[in-house]
Structure formats: C-alpha cells, structure tokens
C-alpha cells in the first residue's frame, strides 16, 4: 500500500489561532484533523486522476480537483 507522507502540524495549530487566539488544540486533535485533510485530499486527487484519464490527458488540471471535489463533497 501507499504510504503518505505525514502535513506538517503547526499549520493547524496556526488555524485555530486565527479562529480563536484563547482557544488550543491537544496534540490527538490535531493529528486527527491532519489525518483527515490527508485523506480528504487523497479521495480529491484520486477523483481528478480520473477525470483526467478520461480526459485523455497525463496532466491534473486544476479544474479536475475543482470537479473531483464537487463530487466527493456531494457523495460525503
């Protein structure tokens, strides 16, 4: 199987911060959040592969993330 490489933490940390400067996020939330925007955006680029493939293309576009996206946000 695939192995992902990990997104770095801070910037999540850094995201709570903007939404509310008093509030902290424990260390499991947020290798949970992360664990979750992996895999959100793994399911997101699997769509635009084959959009792209069907495309007939060997290139993601941006418009295929945008359209894979819409989909799996629909389906979720």
């Not at 933490?9 to 400067?21: C, E, G, L, S, T």
Request: proline share 4%; glycine share 2%; hydrophobic share 45%.
């Amino acid at each position: 199987m695939f192995c992902m490489p990990n997104l770095a933490i801070a910037p999540f940390k850094k995201m709570v911060r903007k939404i509310d400067p008093s509030i902290k996020i424990s260390d499991t939330a947020k290798k949970e959040i992360r664990r979750m925007t992996e895999k959100f955006a793994m399911d997101v680029l699997r769509g635009a592969v084959q959009i792209a493939k069907v495309s007939k293309r060997k290139t993601v576009m941006r418009e295929d993330i945008v359209v894979s996206k819409k989909q799996l946000v629909k389906s979720v």
